[in-house]
């Protein structure tokens, strides 16, 4: 019997029991490490690549134009609340040239104490995504011939803050070029001016999944075909009239 408690004095535990608690530690520890990792804030981030003019974010200002896709390809991306400002915005200025913005993200703005132009006499895409904000004088969307301007405006920050753009003076969509406007799950467009959709070429504005245009007055069909189709809780709000077909086709579809 002495010999028998000697030997469970000098018993140890296999080293398999402490591989597994080890483990059992290791587990439950992983979801705080992912949580940590989640919650780092992002970086805001204003960039330009390609033929942009300037091509340097720190060199624009409230005076300065700027130009995306001058006679090539360029790009401007704005996002995670970057903020640029600047006077005029033009993506895709010459016939050869291609310009893209993207607006993306709670906070992110794009300031224009002039007019925006997309597609000036390239073709411009300009993107308002995640609850961005653009601001501008008057807007462009195919401004002069052989120009296609397509812009469009979806979702929200997910704070309630929908992707927004904002002007003081009339948009035009379809002006001496092709012009398209997209609105989507909610994004916005508001003017305290009218909207003309075909001004001298082709326009079209599809709005859709509670996407809201508002107005002083609209036209559809200026002196070119327009088009204006809202489905799916989408709306148009003016304080004045809405002409469909003034000097040509117009269509509205709701």
Known sequence: QLQFERHMQNFRPPQTARRKRSHVVTAAAAPMLVLLATTLPLRAQVILSGDANPSDPASIDSSTDLVVGDSAAGSLTISNGGVLTNYTGIIGNDLTGVGTVSVLGQGTHWNNFGDVVTGQSGRGTL????GGLVTSEAGYIGASADSVGVATISGNDGFGTASTWTLNQDLRVGDEGSGT???TD????VTTR???IGNWNAGTVTASNGAELTSHDGI???SARGEALLSSGAT???MDQLTIGLYAQGTLRV
Do not use: K, Q, T, Y
């Open 220 to 222: 559809v069909g200026v």
């Open 194 to 196: 009218r909207i003309n």
């Open 236 to 238: 148009w709000s003016m």
């Open 181 to 183: 406007l997209n609105l």
């Open 186 to 189: 909610g994004g916005r467009v």
């Open 127 to 130: 993107d308002i995504l995640g």
